[in-house]
């Protein structure tokens, strides 16, 4: 028997309410899931764009960019 039908074989033996409560906290581990997948994507293209850029020919100097009085 696999985890998956383990589960639903405990879901099924509890009352509707607290069936209802897992499928609560389900929403939530998946809910969770997808933001730390999304975080990572952001991670990584992040990365991927300034990739190369620390070789880059510096155009501009700090004294360049303050703004003078």
């Known amino acids: 028997m696999s985890l ?3 589960i639903i074989e405990k879901v ?3 009352p509707e309410d607290k069936q209802a409560e897992i ?3 389900v929403d939530f581990l998946s809910k969770k899931a997808n933001e730390e ?3 990572q994507w952001s991670q990584f293209a992040l990365e991927e ?3 190369g850029l ?3 020919k510096t155009l ?3 004294e360049d960019i303050k703004e003078k009085y």
Do not use: G, I
């Open 23 to 25: 499928l609560d906290f």
């Open 12 to 14: 099924k033996s509890l």
């Open 60 to 62: 501009y100097t700090v």
């Open 37 to 39: 997948e999304r975080k």
């Open 4 to 6: 998956a039908e383990k």
């Open 49 to 51: 764009a300034m990739r």
């Open 54 to 56: 620390e070789e880059e």
